[in-house]
């Protein structure tokens, strides 16, 4: 029997964060109406692993928790820098688990089979899987208004099925050896590489008052929280530094970087399905 759901995210600009607070909640209240739990009290939590000091805690969880782990993708994979903390921090003793993966409608490509190798690696064992688009951050106009009402009917709908599997068993086995499809290479608009890796985000000092909002939003806590200007760390591109300023004081200004956004603008603005998978009966 299930006691505990955890939904835990990293979620930079807040997508992966709507889609996977309802696909566990929603889970949690079919299981509860189902006869077998009537009696049955199941709690839900939060972690919230976008904070650099929560993602060096540990969290164990046993055979009496329903975890729901959520990432966006990166260059069609798990974000690199936040595979490894998902690796170290979250472990399970056949912890029933779903894996979701949000995307901003180009291509989820590897990072769903990349996270549901790492969980079932962490003694998890991966019951159900979603990718759901969820809007790009790089621009408002590729996977615009992502999740829309009706994607989170179809999750919805799908939280429905996975607590019937609850109940019922079964789940994805993914041999250890599975290859994980290799990270994509962002291209430009003329179709070669766009090299932005070491870009960062400028501010406009004039609009920056340093309220350290995009210090304390930064994911990987590079933002000088004494000079909200620098940054002095790595940077993810995440952009939820330049999301949150008030002032609208940041952006990106590698040129490399905004002609991968344009690229994307040209080729994907044209809405792309989500995936729901649950294991064979
Ligand atoms: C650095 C970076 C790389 C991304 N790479 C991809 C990608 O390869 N394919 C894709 O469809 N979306 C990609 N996205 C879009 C995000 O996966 C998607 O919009 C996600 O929902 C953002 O999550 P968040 O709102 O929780 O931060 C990328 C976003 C960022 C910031």
Do not use: W
């Amino acid at each position: 029997m299930i006691k505990k759901t955890t939904i835990c995210y990293f979620s930079p600009t807040g997508g992966t964060e709507k889609v996977a607070k309802r696909l566990g909640n929603e889970i949690t209240k079919s299981l509860q109406e189902a006869d077998k739990y009537l009696n049955e009290k199941i709690t839900v939590s939060e972690i919230d692993f976008t904070k650099p000091q929560t993602r060096k805690e540990r969290f164990e969880f046993d055979d009496k928790d329903l975890v729901v782990v959520a990432s966006p993708v990166y260059a069609g994979r798990v974000p690199n820098k936040i595979a490894p903390d998902f690796k170290a921090s979250i472990k399970g003793k056949k912890t029933k688990c779903v894996i979701l993966c949000c995307y901003g409608n180009r291509s989820y490509g590897g990072a769903l089979t990349e996270l549901g190798l790492i969980m079932q690696e962490n003694g998890f064992e991966i019951i159900a899987a979603a990718a759901v688009v969820a809007q790009h951050p790089f621009s408002d106009l590729v996977g615009a208004g992502r999740p829309s009402d009706s994607d989170f009917r179809d999750v919805s709908g799908f939280a429905e099925a996975v607590s019937r599997k609850v109940i019922k068993g079964g789940n994805i086995n993914l041999p250890s050896d599975t290859e994980i499809p290799p990270y994509y290479t962002p291209l430009k608009e003329d179709n070669t590489p766009a090299k932005f890796l070491k870009a960062k985000p400028v501010t406009e000092e004039d609009l920056c008052d340093n309220c350290r909002t995009c210090a304390k939003a930064c994911p990987v806590g590079s933002i000088d929280i004494k000079d909200c200007t620098k940054t002095t760390g790595i940077c993810i591109k995440c952009q939820a530094c330049i999301k949150v300023c008030p002032n609208g004081a940041k952006a990106f200004a590698d040129e490399d970087f905004l002609s991968h956004v344009r690229m994307l603008e040209m080729n994907y603005t044209k809405p792309n399905k989500n995936s729901f998978i649950l294991p064979n009966d």
